[in-house]
């Protein structure tokens, strides 16, 4: 391979991934801003679950719609435009006054935060070659998981310093700003776009497939729509953990312990590291074999769920040690699903797959934000949504264990 074409590849892959370095920015803040919203607006935990049920809906449905196309337009202007239509969605939502209002305004950013992950998974699908598809994707998903340590990281930052919980639908969005512009200038979809020819994934020709064959053939894949299911219950969990451990950590008297918000900082972090290492050790340890990674990452991610459960209050070393192990076996999983979408359904159809299992994640996501929220409400301690945790990560594992992948198709 010519090295000015390896260096375009890996130009394109580390663009994408620092405008996905700062995304979540946009709808990772909102856990750290519930706790003061539902204190300044008299809303109960309950409703907070159906502010984040109306985002993760709104994400779903986007990714339904944006996957697919992603297939037939540029990835470069939708990653684009859904950033700066949720930057502007989060300003908004700071000079919102009741719940009713921001409700609707977070379900709008979902959608269009959802123009982000399936046009940016296709663009890199494009760039890179089949084999090296789960190192791409494990770069690209540790993106995400960093994505949501700098969420953290700023919005701790801000909690610390005080200000109100409007700032943290303002402030770290700016960082969105500049990536995402920095994306639109220097990104291109394809590599015919700069001359290259016949080098990354040769997919069809977009124009030669309709939407609605493109949904048929993935409706179609009986493997792929029970990894669609398991990862369902892999995002339920994760965003159990995203959203949650915050309110969990924060609790009421945080201010009494200040330096203990800073244990949830370790638990993207876990994250972004599960990521890359799932994402190489599919490829090297398990010979591209990615259930088995994912089945013991969601195995191990139930036990250390009860772990946490029954853990002492207080001992921060304990604490940050299961946050960030937490982390690293609940989301580096992900680097495994996402590589299934050109592998079972084929290049052509990598925007539709992933858009598609990235809304059954985000579907499972949102039903399991309300349902967290009603427990907490029930029993009234936090730690309680680690015994719920726990059983989705075994449902996961269980729906995953009945499929036998494929080779990718030869289209």
Same mark, same amino acid.
């Given at each position: 391979?010519? @090295?000015? =074409?390896? &260096?375009?590849?890996?130009?394109?892959? *580390?663009?994408?991934?620092?405008? !996905? +370095?700062?995304?979540?920015?946009?709808?990772?803040?909102?856990?750290?801003?519930?706790?003061?919203?539902?204190?300044?607006?008299?809303?109960?935990?309950?409703?907070?679950?159906?502010?984040?049920?109306?985002?993760?809906?709104?994400?779903?449905?986007?990714?339904?719609?944006?996957?697919?196309?992603?297939?037939?337009?540029?990835?470069?202007?939708?990653?684009?435009?859904?950033?700066?239509?949720?930057?502007?969605?989060?300003?908004?939502?700071?000079?919102?006054?009741?719940?009713?209002?921001?409700?609707?305004?977070?379900?709008?950013?979902?959608?269009?935060?959802?123009?982000?992950?399936?046009?940016?998974?296709?663009?890199?699908?494009?760039?890179?070659?089949?084999?090296?598809?789960? @190192?791409? =994707?494990? &770069?690209?998903?540790?993106?995400?998981? *960093?994505?949501?340590?700098?969420? !953290? +990281?700023?919005?701790?930052?801000?909690?610390?310093?005080?200000?109100?919980?409007?700032?943290?639908?303002?402030?770290?969005?700016?960082?969105?700003?500049?990536?995402?512009?920095?994306?639109?200038?220097?990104?291109?979809?394809?590599?015919?776009?700069?001359?290259?020819?016949?080098?990354?994934?040769?997919?069809?020709?977009?124009?030669?497939?309709?939407?609605?064959?493109?949904?048929?053939?993935?409706?179609?894949?009986?493997?792929?729509?029970?990894?669609?299911?398991?990862?369902?219950?892999?995002?339920?969990?994760?965003?159990?953990?995203?959203?949650?451990?915050?309110?969990?950590?924060?609790?009421?008297?945080?201010?009494?312990?200040?330096?203990?918000?800073?244990?949830?900082?370790?638990?993207?972090?876990?994250?972004?590291?599960?990521?890359?290492?799932?994402?190489?050790?599919?490829?090297? +340890?398990?010979?591209?074999?990615?259930?088995?990674?994912?089945?013991?990452?969601?195995?191990?991610?139930?036990?250390?769920?009860?772990?946490?459960?029954?853990?002492?209050?207080?001992?921060?070393?304990?604490?940050?040690?299961?946050?960030?192990?937490?982390?690293?076996?609940?989301?580096?999983?992900?680097?495994?699903?996402?590589?299934?979408?050109?592998?079972?359904?084929?290049?052509?159809?990598?925007?539709?797959?992933?858009?598609?299992?990235?809304?059954?994640?985000?579907?499972?996501?949102?039903?399991?934000?309300?349902?967290?929220?009603?427990?907490?409400?029930?029993?009234?301690?936090?730690?309680?949504?680690?015994?719920?945790?726990?059983?989705?990560?075994?449902?996961?594992?269980?729906?995953?264990?009945?499929?036998?992948?494929?080779?990718?198709?030869?289209?």
């Amino acid at each position: 391979m010519k @090295k000015s =074409f390896r &260096f375009q590849q890996w130009k394109m892959l *580390l663009v994408t991934m620092f405008c !996905y +370095l700062f995304f979540y920015t946009g709808r990772h803040n909102f856990g750290w801003a519930s706790t003061a919203m539902a204190k300044d607006l008299h809303i109960p935990y309950t409703t907070i679950g159906w502010i984040s049920f109306a985002m993760l809906v709104g994400y779903a449905i986007g990714q339904l719609v944006n996957g697919n196309l992603a297939d037939r337009f540029s990835a470069r202007i939708m990653v684009s435009t859904g950033a700066y239509l949720s930057i502007l969605t989060n300003f908004a939502i700071s000079y919102a006054h009741t719940a009713q209002v921001i409700m609707i305004l977070w379900g709008l950013n979902g959608y269009f935060q959802s123009m982000a992950w399936a046009p940016g998974g296709k663009l890199i699908n494009n760039w890179w070659k089949g084999e090296e598809n789960g @190192k791409a =994707f494990g &770069f690209y998903t540790m993106a995400a998981g *960093l994505s949501s340590a700098a969420t !953290y +990281l700023i919005s701790i930052v801000l909690t610390q310093q005080g200000l109100s919980w409007q700032w943290l639908f303002r402030v770290p969005v700016l960082f969105l700003l500049i990536s995402a512009t920095v994306f639109l200038i220097v990104a291109r979809d394809h590599p015919k776009d700069i001359g290259y020819q016949n080098t990354g994934n040769d997919v069809m020709e977009a124009e030669k497939e309709t939407w609605q064959s493109r949904y048929r053939q993935v409706f179609k894949n009986k493997d792929f729509l029970l990894i669609s299911l398991s990862f369902g219950f892999e995002s339920m969990a994760r965003y159990g953990l995203i959203f949650w451990v915050p309110v969990h950590y924060l609790g009421n008297n945080w201010k009494n312990s200040p330096n203990s918000i800073w244990v949830t900082f370790l638990l993207p972090v876990g994250m972004a590291v599960g990521a890359l290492c799932f994402g190489t050790l599919s490829q090297r +340890l398990f010979n591209n074999n990615r259930v088995k990674p994912i089945v013991s990452g969601m195995l191990v991610s139930a036990i250390i769920a009860i772990v946490v459960y029954f853990s002492p209050p207080g001992n921060m070393i304990l604490a940050s040690a299961l946050m960030f192990a937490a982390g690293f076996f609940v989301y580096g999983p992900q680097a495994c699903f996402w590589p299934l979408s050109p592998e079972l359904l084929g290049n052509k159809l990598t925007g539709t797959g992933i858009g598609f299992m990235n809304m059954c994640g985000y579907v499972f996501a949102a039903l399991g934000e309300p349902l967290l929220g009603f427990v907490i409400d029930h029993t009234h301690h936090t730690d309680s949504i680690f015994l719920v945790i726990c059983g989705i990560c075994i449902l996961s594992v269980i729906v995953i264990s009945f499929i036998k992948p494929t080779q990718k198709p030869d289209y």
